[in-house]
């Protein structure tokens, strides 16, 4: 998803006092980045394994409402834009469906969330 911004711009006309207070934030954010898709990637495994889909697909939904939540708070836009479409995807009582079947839809949004939380650390 295009926003006209580096993905990891702060709002535009953003107080800078503002952004002070929430560079603690960010930079746990940034810190806890590499367990998140360390821990994505894992449940990932599950859900393709058929491993106890249905938690799995429901755990990755869970970790990406978290990110959905803040991370456009934080200057990464484009993460939080596809964590939110990956939680919707992945959400039994939005998309219905089985695991397996919530998981063929929601792959690629996955793959692209991983690969913009990488980019978050390499940043």
Known sequence: MKTGLPQN???????PAYLAALEPV???FIETTEARILEIEALRLD???GRDAEAAARQIA??????????ATLGFA???ALA????RLLDAGHSGGTAKD??????PQ???LLDALEAVLDA
Do not use: F
């Open 78 to 80: 484009q993460v939080g």
């Open 84 to 87: 939110a479409q990956v939680e």
């Open 26 to 28: 960010r930079r746990r």
């Open 102 to 107: 919530r998981w063929a839809r929601a792959k």
């Open 62 to 71: 869970r970790i990406a409402h978290k990110i959905s939540g803040v991370a």
């Open 9 to 15: 711009a702060p709002a535009p006309g953003a107080n």
């Open 47 to 49: 859900v393709e394994a």
């Open 110 to 112: 996955v793959e692209s």
